[in-house]
């Protein structure tokens, strides 16, 4: 399990953008970034540790909700 930020598409979620996530030991090559990156992630024995907080459980019920309300109401009125 990789943790990082994932924000939703809501008014001021974009501030959450690097406020969790983790730092890859890895030198990578420009010819094939994710080769390395992936070799890294394959030879750790667990999760890679990570830095800042994620949300609470609070925030990610509100989110969800948000997600399904929109999905279902929302959406495909912009079409």
């Given amino acids: 399990m990789l ?3 994932d924000p939703f598409p809501f ?3 974009y501030r959450r953008v690097g406020r969790f ?5 890895v030198t990578i090559n420009e010819s094939a970034p994710w080769a390395a ?5 394959e030879g750790l024995p667990r999760s890679p540790p ?16 948000g997600i399904q309300f ?3 109401f929302f ?5």
């Fill in 50 to 65: 990570g830095f800042g907080e994620a949300s609470g459980p609070i925030r990610f019920v509100v989110n969800q909700v």
């Fill in 75 to 79: 959406r495909d009125a912009g079409r």
């Fill in 11 to 13: 008014a001021k979620d």
């Fill in 70 to 72: 929109y999905n279902r």
């Fill in 3 to 5: 943790p990082g930020t």
């Fill in 37 to 41: 990156l992936r070799s890294w992630l």
């Fill in 21 to 25: 996530g983790f730092l890859a030991g």
